[in-house]
């Protein structure tokens, strides 16, 4: 079984974004960037799968700019065996991505396409949802738990209330949570290697998808700020305090 | 514009992630709901009974009975058709099902809503809530999940709805629901209560969780929230977790113990009217935040608060 990854070149998640003082957008300049960790949690399933003999190949690609390359060098130093770049300078909405994800899977036909519940820049947690639907395929979003069972996969979601588990048709789409598994680091000898693994790059035009944006942004602002408050001595004081807002009898 | 609101429910019951969903949809226009489940006749009865609610379409069909998003998108996009906007809670099961059918309709997903600015433009939270986008929609429909603690509650009595039968668009074949752990909850739902307690990863183990934040919590009528680091540890399960990707949280108190603040927990709780932080070290992020900070040892100060509120 051949495993598709899409990867999204983000903000690292230690970085605190800053909004641009125009308004226009968030400050990206000289900031670092990483693999979406939901992402990096989706390459390291695969590769698991493929550890255990479930998977024969992993196919990590990614859609934005030039450097986006860096982020599937990583997935490629993770352990994934090639790579598709689809460069485009335009910011692709969660739609578009679908869009193109769909075209890569009509030529790559993966049984398992496994990627991040959410990038944690615009937060919208649509793209492996709308790629099902696409597709046509079941989806198993925000995985704790991948096991595939012939040609059917159980995925145990983290859910409100708890936890839920479903069995999808393969081929299916996963999406990732956080305590689906610890991402490995690359070691420098497979750094080095996943230099010269296969990195293949297109165009959104190569694949004939409309990639236009759907939603126009506005403005960006900072949210409301708050302020630090007031420090206590003691409990004695933090209780009389809660007992004035009403909080405790 | 007409709206169509997925109604969230479980064991009989409307949630209220719902209600706010209804709110925020009514400020589109006229709201209509669509209650998918099985056995479902009490559910579509109560949620007509939401103030301001027009027509409810009922699918009572046991395809439909976990909300499995296979099943119930292309329910939904069939009602679309006489319909501008879809609404959904952004629950786990709104979120799972909203972007299936926004993508079956052609439409780019407004997520997270935190304000209807008009018919077409919407604030939301990127970047973990630290910057907040208006967005425009050049759609013709609108695909729209909800965030709740950002809209009031409609009311859920008051209302005289019409409910209506719909046929189910039966099982899509694609995937079945296998079973779910549900946690009992003894205590308030996170996203609805007033006051909740959260713990992080300083609490040491799940058993010091459970003897010091468990106590407090019931003393104050209080939810129980946790870090991701304390979740992570296993200290409690998931469904505890607050933040950027865990649950969105917006109470009359906050009472974050041993949590050092970093900005993906503050994501899910800093909208909180009153923010209490207990830490040792006090230069701790959370105390930038919060409304009254307490620099002290957990381990002493939470046995004595709990004793003494």
Same mark, same amino acid.
Not at chain 1, 82 to 106: C, F, H, N, S, Y
Not at chain 2, 101 to 126: G, K, W, Y
């Given at each position: 079984?051949?495993?598709?990854v899409?990867?999204?070149?983000?903000?690292?998640?230690?970085v605190k974004?800053?909004?641009?003082?125009?308004?226009? =957008?968030?400050?990206?300049?000289?900031?670092?960037?990483?693999?979406n960790?939901?992402?990096?949690?989706?390459?390291?399933?695969?590769?698991?799968?493929?550890?255990k003999?479930?998977?024969?190949?992993?196919?990590?690609?990614?859609?934005?700019?030039?450097?986006?390359?860096e982020?599937?060098?990583?997935?490629?130093?993770? *352990?994934?065996?090639?790579?598709?770049?689809?460069?485009?300078?335009?910011?692709?909405e969660?739609?578009?991505?679908?869009?193109?994800?769909?075209?890569?899977?009509?030529?790559?036909?993966?049984?398992l396409?496994?990627l991040?519940?959410?990038?944690i820049?615009?937060?919208?947690?649509?793209t =492996?949802?709308?790629?099902?639907?696409?597709l046509?395929?079941?989806?198993?979003?925000?995985?704790?738990?991948?096991?595939?069972?012939?040609?059917?996969?159980s995925?145990?979601?983290?859910?409100? *209330?708890?936890?839920?588990?479903?069995?999808?048709?393969t081929?299916?789409?996963?999406?990732?949570?956080?305590?689906?598994?610890?991402?490995?680091?690359a070691?420098?000898p497979?750094?080095?290697k996943?230099?010269?693994k296969?990195?293949?790059?297109?165009?959104?035009?190569?694949?004939?998808?409309?990639?236009a944006p759907?939603?126009?942004?506005?403005?960006?602002?900072?949210?409301?700020?708050?302020?630090?408050?007031?420090k206590?001595?003691?409990?004695?004081?933090?209780?009389?305090?809660?007992?004035?807002?009403?909080?405790?009898? | %514009?007409?709206?169509?609101?997925w109604?969230?429910?479980?064991?009989?019951?409307?949630?209220?992630? #719902? !209600?706010?969903?209804? #709110?925020?949809?009514?400020?589109?226009?006229?709201?209509?709901?669509?209650?998918?489940?099985?056995?479902?006749?009490?559910?579509?009865?109560?949620?007509?009974?939401?103030?301001?609610?027009?027509?409810?379409?009922v699918?009572?069909d046991?395809?439909?009975?976990?909300?499995?998003?296979?099943?119930?998108?292309?329910?939904?996009?069939?009602?679309m058709?006489?319909?501008?906007?879809?609404?959904?809670?952004?629950?786990?099961n709104?979120?799972?099902?909203a972007p /299936?059918?926004?993508?079956?309709?052609?439409? %780019?997903?407004?997520?997270?809503i935190?304000s209807?600015?008009?018919?077409?433009?919407?604030? /939301?939270p +990127?970047?973990?809530?630290?910057?907040?986008?208006?967005?425009k929609?050049?759609?013709?429909?609108?695909?729209?999940?909800?965030?709740?603690?950002?809209?009031e509650?409609?009311?859920?009595?008051?209302g005289?709805?019409?409910?209506? &039968?719909?046929?189910?668009t039966?099982?899509?074949? !694609?995937?079945?629901?296998?079973?779910?752990e549900?946690?009992?909850?003894? /205590?308030?739902?996170l996203?609805?209560a007033?006051?909740?307690?959260?713990?992080? /990863?300083?609490?040491?183990?799940?058993? #010091?969780?459970?003897?010091? +934040?468990f106590?407090?919590a019931?003393?104050?009528?209080?939810?129980?929230? &946790?870090?991701r &680091?304390?979740?992570?540890?296993?200290?409690v399960?998931?469904?505890?977790q607050?933040?950027?990707?865990?649950?969105?949280?917006?109470?009359?108190?906050? +009472?974050?113990?041993?949590?050092?603040g970093a900005?993906?927990?503050?994501?899910? %709780?800093?909208?909180?009217? #009153?923010?209490?932080?207990?830490?040792?070290?006090?230069?701790?992020? +959370?105390?930038?935040v919060?409304?009254?900070?307490?620099v002290?040892?957990?381990f002493?100060?939470?046995p004595?608060?709990?004793?003494?509120?």
């Amino acid at each position: 079984m051949k495993i598709l990854v899409p990867v999204k070149r983000v903000i690292d998640y230690n970085v605190k974004p800053r909004v641009k003082a125009d308004g226009t =957008g968030v400050d990206l300049a000289n900031v670092k960037m990483s693999m979406n960790p939901f992402d990096e949690i989706a390459v390291e399933e695969a590769i698991r799968l493929k550890e255990k003999g479930v998977a024969t190949e992993v196919v990590a690609v990614s859609i934005g700019v030039a450097k986006a390359q860096e982020t599937l060098r990583t997935a490629l130093a993770m *352990g994934a065996d090639r790579a598709i770049l689809i460069q485009t300078d335009d910011e692709v909405e969660p739609l578009g991505v679908a869009k193109l994800l769909a075209k890569v899977q009509e030529e790559e036909q993966a049984g398992l396409i496994v990627l991040g519940k959410q990038a944690i820049d615009d937060d919208s947690n649509q793209t =492996g949802q709308m790629l099902a639907a696409l597709l046509n395929l079941p989806q198993g979003t925000f995985a704790s738990k991948v096991e595939v069972e012939g040609d059917k996969v159980s995925v145990t979601r983290e859910v409100d *209330g708890g936890l839920e588990t479903v069995k999808l048709s393969t081929p299916a789409i996963v999406t990732t949570d956080l305590r689906l598994n610890e991402p490995r680091y690359a070691s420098l000898p497979n750094i080095m290697k996943a230099k010269s693994k296969p990195l293949a790059t297109k165009t959104p035009a190569d694949f004939g998808v409309d990639i236009a944006p759907r939603l126009e942004t506005v403005s960006v602002a900072e949210p409301a700020k708050r302020s630090a408050g007031v420090k206590v001595a003691d409990v004695d004081e933090l209780v009389a305090k809660l007992k004035s807002m009403g909080v405790a009898a | %514009m007409k709206t169509l609101v997925w109604v969230e429910h479980e064991g009989g019951a409307v949630k209220d992630a #719902t !209600l706010s969903a209804v #709110t925020a949809a009514a400020k589109l226009g006229e709201v209509h709901l669509l209650v998918a489940g099985e056995s479902v006749g009490g559910v579509a009865e109560a949620a007509a009974n939401i103030a301001g609610v027009g027509k409810v379409h009922v699918a009572d069909d046991a395809a439909l009975g976990h909300a499995l998003a296979e099943n119930v998108a292309p329910l939904v996009v069939q009602l679309m058709a006489d319909h501008d906007a879809f609404v959904a809670p952004a629950t786990s099961n709104g979120k799972n099902i909203a972007p /299936r059918v926004a993508a079956l309709l052609d439409v %780019m997903q407004i997520s997270d809503i935190l304000s209807v600015e008009s018919e077409d433009t919407f604030t /939301r939270p +990127i970047y973990a809530g630290n910057a907040i986008a208006t967005v425009k929609s050049k759609d013709a429909k609108k695909v729209i999940t909800v965030r709740g603690t950002a809209f009031e509650k409609a009311a859920a009595e008051g209302g005289s709805g019409t409910v209506e &039968a719909v046929a189910s668009t039966g099982d899509a074949g !694609l995937s079945s629901f296998v079973g779910a752990e549900i946690a009992k909850l003894e /205590r308030p739902e996170l996203t609805s209560a007033k006051v909740i307690v959260s713990g992080g /990863r300083a609490l040491k183990d799940g058993e #010091t969780f459970e003897q010091l +934040i468990f106590p407090l919590a019931d003393k104050l009528g209080a939810a129980v929230g &946790a870090s991701r &680091a304390a979740v992570d540890a296993g200290y409690v399960p998931n469904d505890y977790q607050v933040g950027q990707t865990g649950k969105i949280v917006a109470p009359e108190v906050y +009472i974050a113990v041993g949590i050092s603040g970093a900005i993906q927990h503050l994501a899910g %709780m800093k909208d909180s009217k #009153t923010i209490v932080a207990i830490n040792k070290d006090e230069d701790a992020p +959370i105390f930038q935040v919060a409304d009254i900070g307490l620099v002290g040892d957990l381990f002493k100060v939470v046995p004595e608060l709990t004793e003494k509120l």
